[in-house]
């Protein structure tokens, strides 16, 4: 499990990146798809903080399957923004949409056998993660409203 944890992390984060800084500044991104990205992004690390921070429990079960419910519909409804993007764009969005609910399953099954309360390295990393995202969503409110200079991509316009 310590593995596929690790390993699924990794390439999520890598992913992540590629399309923010490969994509995203190659193309610019509309305000509607920044407010996307926040909600979003915002949704999932709110997830993975339950199993974080909490014993599991019948409620705190309930919460976080509602989150993870909430979290993959939310991803969803960003195919309906995007146009015209190329293929490497697609596939990297496709392998994020895939890794979604997969991550969010194995953090879930791992906080469901206590494996995280038994191995302490893997909670870091979780750790590790939860602090890599929320570095994501400060780095993406941060550069593309106050860094990003909106006349150097024509697809930026709201």
Same mark, same amino acid.
């Given at each position: 499990? +310590? +593995?596929?944890?690790?390993?699924? +992390?990794?390439?999520?984060?890598? #992913? ?18 920044? @407010? %996307? ?13 339950? *199993? ?6 019948? &409620?705190?079960?309930? #919460?976080?399957?509602?989150?993870? @419910? /909430?979290? /993959? ?11 015209? $993007? ?7 969005? !496709? #392998? #994020?949409?895939?890794?979604? *609910? ?8 791992? &906080? ?5 309360? %038994?191995?302490?390295?893997? &909670?870091?990393?979780? $750790? ?7 570095? !994501? ?6 550069? &593309? %409203? ?7 991509? %024509?697809?930026?316009?709201?």
């Amino acid at each position: 499990m +310590t +593995t596929f944890l690790c390993a699924i +992390t990794i390439i999520h984060g890598l #992913l992540f990146r590629i399309d923010e800084f490969k994509f995203h500044k190659k193309r610019g991104l509309k305000k509607v798809e920044l @407010i %996307n990205a926040l909600f979003d992004g915002a949704l999932f690390i709110g997830a993975l903080i339950i *199993p974080l921070f909490t014993t599991y429990s019948y &409620w705190w079960e309930k #919460l976080y399957i509602a989150m993870c @419910i /909430c979290s /993959c519909l939310s991803i969803i409804k960003n195919e309906f923004f995007y146009k015209g $993007l190329e293929i490497g764009e697609r596939v990297t969005h !496709a #392998l #994020l949409y895939v890794l979604h *609910p997969v991550i969010l399953f194995a953090y879930y099954d791992g &906080w469901k056998v206590n494996y995280f309360d %038994n191995h302490y390295y893997v &909670w870091m990393i979780q $750790l590790l993660y939860v602090f890599l995202g929320v570095q !994501a969503i400060t780095y993406q409110i941060i550069y &593309w %409203n106050y860094i990003h200079d909106d006349n150097s991509s %024509n697809n930026n316009s709201d």
